[in-house]
């Protein structure tokens, strides 16, 4: 009996469980930061569409981990949910593999400076270590590592553990014993080792790291003061991964890109870089969403979109003069989190909503 009774509260206990979101005004104020806030009506969104979009966000089933749901457009940030609390504004995270399209915006910033004019410069020419036993590693150039497809085979989960967790001395060296998979530029494979052997470059060129150009020449002007950019055991920013920004910083970056490289009038990036590295350079594994150089691309809405893992976006509409970002917890099942198909039925609300 006791066994019944103690099944009938446990039950009880489960049922009243309050909510894991909860839903709260999901409109912006001016704190400061740079952003102009508005309304949804006075930049054009249809209410109602927004709306929809928000109960998917809020949603514990479709987006459970998702804690933060922003929409900016015509530059002005117009909509702002967090699904915890108001807290998570102040608050930077991982924006996980979305960090590589920031890496694309820091190196198109280098290139503006006058460095690696050309693309198809073998890397072996800038990264003096040895290349091993296979020669057919020095027709790697840049242009491959900006569209993963140097060929060198190191999957994401052993570059996880084998450079961030047993950090080896010289970590170009060890992405670079690594075995080919396929010729230099004959095949897509999304790794993590290509943007870590480009930000090694980059700092073998210019003297600077990543980190160091980004605050400097990306981050300052935007206005972004509260982020953290993780290194390997050398010293050298992680290219692919360990950007941590907070939610509004994450769209002014998504809208940097959408202003061509502009931000409140004054040009941080060269519109020839931010159109070359959001227009199709490769196909990738899913034919819907052809890469650039770390930008996937959208066609059907017009668009671009940083992603990184368990759901983290930055939304670049084009056509619709809008920012999304979504920002997530770490999953430890990708597909459980919001992969690019699911987070998709979420922008085509907002887009829609758009007039």
């Keep these: 009996m006791w066994v019944a009774a103690l099944f009938a509260a446990t039950l009880a206990a489960c049922l009243t469980e309050p909510q894991l979101k909860v839903r709260s005004p999901a409109t912006p104020t001016d704190v400061g930061d740079g952003w102009a806030v508005s309304t949804p009506e006075k930049e054009g969104l249809d209410g109602e569409g927004l709306d929809r979009a928000l109960d998917l966000f809020y949603s514990d089933t479709a987006f459970h981990n998702a804690v933060a749901l922003l929409v900016a457009r015509h530059g002005h940030l117009v909509l702002e949910a967090y699904a915890r609390d108001a807290s998570e504004r102040e608050r930077k995270r991982n924006i996980q593999s979305a960090t590589k399209s920031v890496t694309s915006l820091v190196f198109g910033i280098t290139r503006d400076r006058g460095y690696f004019g050309d693309l198809d410069q073998p890397l072996h020419e800038i990264l003096t270590q040895d290349f091993g ?73 210019t003297g600077e ?21 993780e290194a390997d055991g050398a010293g050298t920013t992680l290219g692919p991964i360990g950007l941590f920004l907070r939610p509004r910083d994450r769209v002014k970056v998504g809208q940097l890109v959408l202003s061509r490289g502009i931000w409140q009038g004054r040009r941080l990036v060269s519109e020839q870089w931010i159109e070359l590295s959001t227009s199709t350079q490769v196909m990738g594994h899913d034919p819907e969403a052809p890469y650039g150089f770390y930008w996937w691309i959208v066609p059907e809405l017009g668009a671009v979109t940083a992603m990184g893992h368990g759901g983290n976006y930055i939304f670049v509409a084009r056509e619709s003069d809008l920012v999304i970002v979504l920002e997530s917890l770490p999953h430890a099942n990708a597909d459980a989190g919001a992969p690019l198909d699911r987070f998709l039925g979420l922008a085509r609300l907002v887009v829609a909503a758009a007039r």
Excluded: C
């Design 209 to 229: 790291t990543l980190e160091q150009i980004a605050r400097t020449d990306l981050f300052q002007p935007l206005g972004i003061t509260d982020f953290h950019w």
């Design 133 to 205: 036993s296979d020669p057919r590693k020095k027709d790697i150039t840049l242009r491959h590592l900006l569209t993963m497809t140097s060929g060198i085979a190191f999957d994401n989960d052993d570059f996880t553990v084998e450079l961030l967790v047993d950090r080896p001395g010289d970590p170009v060296a060890h992405i670079l014993d690594k075995p080919l998979y396929a010729e230099p530029g004959d095949s897509f494979y999304y790794r993590d080792a290509d943007p870590q052997l480009l930000s090694a470059a980059v700092t073998r060129v």
